[in-house]
């Protein structure tokens, strides 16, 4: 510590000693931020201040001498562990600032726009655990027909974004809406066999609507099967379609079927954040998830998608556990 520091300290100190007012206190504090400007580590403090100390004081008892020596190791160890944590927290920081930066940019590559078409009534809720969305949906339309892929990354973070645009990658190449679904999965497979790490599993849906059949043609890639609600039986049933997981393989032979939707009939397309919901109890059974979504079968398909997700949010005490990835095909 430099002798004029070491100066100004002993008369703060002395004063101190002497009169102990609020002023010698607001001394102290000013004081010590020049240390802090200056680097000065709180050992060099507390050896400064027993000198001070000994010089104003000279008959100081030995062993309140002594004690300042312990403290002096203690700071020495205190300060290594404090410069370190505040290293962290740096560092977490500017990871943190990373992180968001990265999710801007993944919301403005992925943004995807809900199609308006005739007869037809869509809502789409993506809600993301953390930062990055492990979810991915992406519409493709035109005139007669609308495609919707929604895919599901089993990790997260920047490798799960990464992996997202793959996906967009391969939508982007694709011709338009009319593509049928097994050639979709085949596209995107093929490039995410391509440019994805072994480690990393994809799921992913297609389905493609038809205005002029009123017909919903899909497939899957190892993904949640999507519900299908028949307003004229007033019942659920799965849309079950066989398919690898993206990217293990390059060739893969994907299943393709088709339902014809009428009045009121809807398609619930989702990730395994919906699925795999869980309260206090355990798993929300897919019974209840169908009973919540059938609550609000009058509403619009995006109040629908809304109210699905509060419910659950609900259900699982406002714990967000997974990405959550909603839509609704709603024939009108």
């Known amino acids: ?9 002993k008369e703060i100190l002395e004063q101190y000693t002497l009169r102990q007012t609020e002023h010698n ?3 102290g504090q000013n004081f010590s931020k020049q240390l802090i400007q200056k680097n000065i580590s709180p050992e060099e403090v507390i050896s400064i201040h027993k000198a001070s100390l000994e010089e104003i004081i000279p008959d100081l008892p030995e062993d309140v001498s002594h004690s300042f020596d312990l403290l002096i190791e203690v700071m020495i160890r205190y300060g290594l562990a404090l410069k370190e944590h505040q290293t962290l927290i740096k560092k977490q920081e500017n990871i943190k600032m990373e ?8 919301q403005t590559l992925l943004k995807t726009k809900v199609p308006e078409m005739s007869g037809l ?13 492990g979810d991915y949906a992406h519409f493709l339309s035109d005139e007669t027909s609308v495609g919707i892929a929604v895919a599901d990354v089993i990790g997260k973070g920047i490798p799960a974004a990464l992996c997202m645009s793959m996906i967009k990658y391969g939508m982007d190449s694709l011709s338009g809406a009319k593509t049928d679904p097994i050639i979709v999965l085949d596209v995107v497979n093929r490039i995410v ?11 992913m849906f297609y389905g493609r609507y038809e205005t002029t059949e009123s017909m919903f043609t899909y497939a899957s890639a190892g993904h949640e099967p999507p519900l299908f609600y028949s307003a004229k039986n007033n019942e659920f049933t799965e849309l079950q379609a ?3 997981l993206l990217g293990v393989i390059p060739n893969v032979k994907y299943e393709q079927h088709s339902i014809v939707l009428e009045k009121g009939d809807f398609i619930v397309i989702m990730t395994d954040g919906v699925t795999e919901c869980r309260s206090k109890e355990g798993f929300i059974e897919q019974k209840k998830v169908m009973e919540i979504i059938e609550s609000v079968k009058e509403e619009s398909a995006q109040s629908m998608v809304e109210y699905v997700f509060h419910k659950l949010e609900e259900l699982q005490d406002f714990e967000q ?12």
């Open 1 to 9: 510590m430099p002798q004029e520091f070491k100066r100004q300290y």
């Open 25 to 27: 206190l607001y001394e």
């Open 99 to 106: 992180m968001e930066l990265a999710a801007n940019v993944q």
């Open 121 to 133: 009534d869509i809502g789409m809720i993506s809600v993301p655990v953390k930062e990055m969305n």
């Open 193 to 203: 066999e391509k440019s994805v790490s072994d480690s990393m599993f994809i799921s």
């Open 242 to 244: 066989k398919g690898l």
């Open 321 to 332: 556990r997974d990405d959550f990835t909603l839509v609704i095909f709603k024939k009108m």
